[in-house]
C-alpha cells in the first residue's frame, strides 16, 4: 500500500461540543487544529483547546459562524489545508463547499453537487427511486396548482402531508386530514415554504401515522467503496427535534437490518457520495420502511453509532477527504452491545424555552460505558445565541438492559447547577413502560403529556 | 508553551520595564516589543497593559499567528480612539511593498483617511478612519494576520 498523507491543518469552522469532538479527531490524528470563535465564545472550550484560534466576527451567527468570506480568510492566514464544518451552520451550504474548492481548501464533507441534490427533497425521492430503494406513495416533482396537488392526493388517499422541497429537519411540514381542507393548507405551505426556503416548491406524499425513524449510517470513500454501520432509532422527538437515540433499535430484526442497510448503500451508489451520510427511513408499524431525506453530515447522535462499532466516524470523515480508501469492509462490521444517547439541553421544562445563562456548578457522569461529549464545565455562561444543547451523555452497555440501567445511573450522577436542563425529562422517558420495552414511535412525547 | 505562561513573562517584562524582548524555546518562538516603536517613551498612551501591543507568537509551524487579544486588555485614554479590524485577514500597512506606508504614527487623519489595508479572500479591503486626530500607536506589524476586534491603532482624537 501506498504511504497516504492526511492534513497537517485543519480549521473547524463550529462552535460548541461538535468543534471539540472534530479538535480530539485531529488531535488523535496528530493534525493541527484551528478554531474559529465569535466574540461571545472568547471562554469557549473549542477558543482554549484548538491549537490555534481566530476571532471571526461578533455573537450574531450571520456575521462570524456563517460568515463564508470571514471563515475563508482565516483558514487562509492559519494555512489550513482543510475545513470541517460540523453539524448546523454551514455543514449542508453547498455554496460554501464551492468556494472551500475554489480556494483550494478541503471541504471535510461530500461535494457540493451531492448537498445540492439531497437539499431538494423531490429530487431526492427521485435518486431514491431510481435506487431500487421504497419511497412513500405520492409526488415525485413540485407542485404549483392546488387542483392537480388535490388529484394526487386523492390517488395515494388521506391523511396526507405536505412537504417543502427545500425544507428538512421538521421544517414546513402540514399534515392534512381530509379533502375540505386541503386547498388552505397547500396554499399556506407553499408561502411557508418560500418565505422559509426561498423555495415554493412543495410535494404531497401518504401521511404515515406513528411511525419511528430509523436511520442508517453509512460511509463511502473516492474509490466507490461504500459501507452502512447499522441504524439509529431516533423516534423519541419533541416537535421533529430528536432527544433520544439508540442503537441497535429495538424494532428492527437481523434481516431488517439487513435490507435497510442495502437499501442505503444503494442509495449512495446510485448518488456517487462520496464521506459519512445518513439515510433517513420512516418504519411503518407493519414493519415496511421508507426512505425519508439523506443528511449529507456528521450527525448529532454519532457517538451512538461509535459506541456499538468502535468506528471514529470524525476520524474517517478526515481520512476519506484526504483520498483514503475506507479500512473497513462490509463484513468486518460488527455491532457490539447498545449504546443509547440522551441530549441534554439548557431549557425550561414548563416552556421549553431555552434556559441561557452561567453554570455555577458543573459535574459530568463516567464510570463503565459512559461517555459524555459537552463543551460545557463550571463558571461557563451558556449564550443565548447558539443552540440549548449543553451535553450529549452517551450510555453502552452489553446489552439494552444494561445501557438503560447505565444511562439511569449516569443521569442520577449528572448534576448541572445555574440552568435549567432536561435531565428530569430524560429520566421520565427512561421510567415509563412504553420506553424501556421499546415499544414506542414518533408520537411518543405527545402520548406522556396525559 | 501556553497563555499562562506567556501571561507570566510579560507581568514580568512589565515590571521590570523592559522594552525588548526575545525567547527561543525548542521550536516556539517568542517576541515581544513593548511601547509599539522599539523603545519610545509611551507617548499618547495611557493604561498600563500596553505589553500585549506587539505580541507574536512562532508556533511549531514556524507560521506566525496572533494571540488572541484579551478584552480590555488594551486601555485607551478618554481622548483617544482605538482603531479595530472589522475582518479576520492580513494587515498591511500599504497599498504594495514598494508604496510608502498610508500612515506612520504622528500622521495627522480625517474621517475616512485610509488607515490600512485587511486583506481578505484575496479582496484588499481598505479600512478608513472613523474619527480625525493623530496617529498614537499602531500596534500590528505589516503582513500579520489579524483577527475580529483585534486593535490596530490608537488615534489621538484632535
Redesign the interface.
Known sequence: MTFMKLFSKVLVANRGEIALRVIRACRELGIRSVAVFSDADREALHTRFADESICIGPANSKLSYLNIPSIISAAEVSDCEAIHPGYGFLAENPEFSEVCEASGITFIGPRSDHLRLMGNKIQARNLAKRAGVPVIEGGLEGMSDPEEALELAKQVGFPVIIKAAAGGGGRGIRVVHSEASFRAAFSMAQSEAGSSFNNPEVYVERFIEAPRHVEIQILADEKGNVIHLGERDCSIQRRYQKLIEESPSPAVSPALRKEMGNSAVALAREAGYVNAGTVEFLLDSDGRFYFMEMNTRIQVEHPVTEMVTGIDLVKEQIRISAGHPLGIKQEDVRVTGHAIECRINAEDPDNHRPSPGTITFYYAPGGPGIRVDSAAYESYYIPPHYDSMVAKLIAHGRDRDEALARMQRALEEFVIEGVKTTIPLHQRILRTLRFRQGEYSTNFIESLKG | MDIKEIREILKVLERFEILDFSLQEGDTRIHVRRGGRGGESDQGLSGRSLAREVLTVT???E?P?TA?E??GSLVVGEKQFLVTSP????FYRAPSPESPAFVEVGSQVSKGSVLCIV???K?MNEIESEVGGKVAGILVENAQ?V????PLFIIDLV
Open positions: 508556533p511549531h509551524s507560521l499567528v488572541p484579551p478584552e475582518i479576520v485577514g492580513t486583506e481578505a479572500m479582496i494576520p483577527e475580529y476586534g483585534q
